[in-house]
């Protein structure tokens, strides 16, 4: 009101619409509004209805207020050069309110931002490290303002740098980025588009795990920046490369062998790894591929039967491993040949016959009557063979010393105690005749001796007569009686009783039996001497 308190009293009053009211308590020279309406104050020079009173009134209207970021945490500027551009944070101020609805100004105190007094350039260059600013905002409309203070820190130019580990093929690496904490560093990866990381705000150490990868990937820098200020960038160029490793490999073979001796398999792949594989399913066993040639072989122990080894898993000496599934190889055993040996009984002067049986396709070495020179023989497809002996007059044996089977490798059988089989040869019978001559009417024996049990066919005069059978000592006596004169009896041959059973033609055995007349006595004359 201006007007001086002791000579007047005052009385405040409002009208929001509905008729004017009066302000309890408001009674002094001046009244500060909190909210819209039309004020009026009544003065008077004694006491209020007196006839020395004035009133005025005036309107307040209230604008809508707006709000901007005065939070100064959030309200840095970063300099590496003492240099600042304050309208670097009039977005931030602004805080998403329309730039072009409210103007900005700078001020170096608090006081002459209210004061809207000494306003200062937006491009500062300060002598400090740390700079206090303070910003005044005014809408266009109505110039009603609003203050925000932050700081310009100087700050050293921010660093970083990268490094990248080793990895095995088909894994992830790890790229590690550091410098200054909080910065933001750009980067490409193998030559492809810039993407930003930013550094720890402790540490300042960032890392970040790559897909997985197969071949070298290279990471290099770009730039590196504080995360709220582009002022301080510092263009860099060192790059990083994630190293892969190629898995080792390992590749298995096996072997053929004869039943019950040793087999050897071979491994071979990345020189120096270490391999790890199984034996007919059983524990894991432990190999290294030789540094030079990348290949190592494991002896078997003596096999009678098929033996399966399968690889695991193979490690570098890097240490990158790569397992398997199914990759085996098998030593194959093959069964050793086998043979057997029979012979035959023939009779004396005739030859016999020897088998051999066994591994069809086998070759056999077989020795005759213990000679020190061996011979040999084919078994058929079948596995048969016969040996068809010389004209024999007496045993023959026939053993094996040995069978090797036409497999590829050949395997060898030998029989340390041989195998024999002999042909057994029967002497051919034999038999005599004897008889004497005898007088009409007497009996005539005629004696056959030889092979004991032999069947005898003979002839009596050119006549066939019935066979005899020698008994068990070889003889048989024959008693009969012929006509007066000579008669002769004739071997025709001789069969043995044995099996087989032998002949002989025995053309010329004969003797020639007389029956003779029996003398007459006459009468006897005595005769006189002297």
């Not at 570098?316 to 098998?330: I, K, L, R």
């Not at 056999?364 to 002996?389: E, F, H, K, P, R």
Request: aromatic fraction near 8%; glycine fraction near 6%; proline fraction near 6%.
């Amino acid at each position: 009101t201006n007007v001086d308190p002791d000579d007047f009293d005052f009385q405040w009053s409002v009208d929001n619409g509905s008729g004017p009211e009066i302000i309890p308590g408001a009674t002094g020279p001046s009244y500060t509004v909190t909210a819209p309406g039309i004020y009026c104050v009544t003065t008077s020079n004694g006491f209020v209805g007196s006839s020395c009173t004035q009133t005025d009134c005036i309107v307040v209207e209230y604008l809508p207020e707006f709000f901007i970021n005065d939070d100064p945490n959030d309200l840095f500027l970063y300099s590496c050069d003492n240099n600042f551009n304050l309208s670097q944070n009039n977005l931030p101020i602004l805080n998403g309110l329309n730039p072009f609805d409210y103007d900005i100004y700078y001020f170096a105190s608090l006081q002459d931002a209210l004061d809207n007094d000494n306003q200062i350039s937006y491009l500062q260059t300060t002598t400090t490290n740390t700079t206090t600013f303070f910003a005044r905002v005014e809408d266009f409309i109505y110039g009603c303002p609003k203050f925000a203070e932050f700081s310009a820190v100087v700050v050293p130019p921010p660093t970083a740098t990268i490094s990248a580990n080793t990895i095995c093929s088909n894994t992830t690496g790890t790229v590690t980025f550091t410098g200054t904490p909080g910065a933001t560093v750009l980067y490409t990866v193998d030559g492809g588009s810039q993407q930003p990381i930013n550094l720890d705000n402790v540490t300042g150490i960032t890392t970040l795990t790559t897909p997985i990868l197969n071949t070298n990937s290279t990471y290099c820098l770009v730039d590196v920046s504080f995360t709220s200020s582009t002022a301080c960038n510092q263009a860099l160029s060192e790059c990083a490369t994630v190293t892969v490793l190629p898995l080792p490999t390992a590749t298995i073979s096996g072997d053929i062998i004869c039943e019950g001796t040793s087999g050897t398999i071979t491994i071979s792949g990345t020189p120096g790894a270490t391999v790890h594989y199984t034996i007919d399913n059983g524990i894991q066993q432990t190999s290294i591929l030789d540094a030079t040639t990348g290949s190592t072989t494991v002896t078997s122990p003596n096999l009678t039967s098929n033996s399966i080894y399968c690889l695991v898993d193979v490690t570098s000496t890097d240490d990158c491993t790569q397992t398997f599934t199914n990759e085996c190889a098998t030593i194959n055993v093959i069964p050793l040949p086998t043979a057997s040996i029979s012979g035959e009984t023939i009779c004396e002067g005739t030859s016999g016959t020897v088998t051999i049986s066994g591994t069809p396709n086998a070759t056999v070495q077989y020795s005759v009557d213990g000679s020190s020179t061996n011979q040999s023989i084919i078994l058929d497809a079948i596995g048969n063979a016969t040996i068809t002996t010389p004209t024999l007059i007496a045993n023959s044996e026939y053993c094996l010393m040995d069978i090797t089977s036409a497999t590829s490798p050949p395997c060898t059988k030998i029989f340390n105690t041989p195998i024999c089989a002999s042909v057994n040869v029967n002497p051919l019978p034999s038999v005599s005749i004897t008889g004497e001559d005898v007088c009409l009417g007497e009996a005539n024996t005629i004696t056959f001796t030889g092979t004991s049990n032999a069947i005898v066919n003979y002839n009596l005069d050119t006549t066939p007569q019935t066979p005899i059978v020698l008994n068990g000592s070889g003889s048989y006596i024959l008693n009969s009686t012929n006509g007066l004169g000579s008669h002769t009896y004739t071997i025709v041959d001789v069969t043995s009783a044995d099996t087989p059973s032998c002949s002989v033609s025995l053309v010329g055995e004969e003797i020639i039996v007389n029956v003779l007349t029996s003398p007459v006595i006459g009468l006897i004359t005595a005769i006189r001497v002297c």
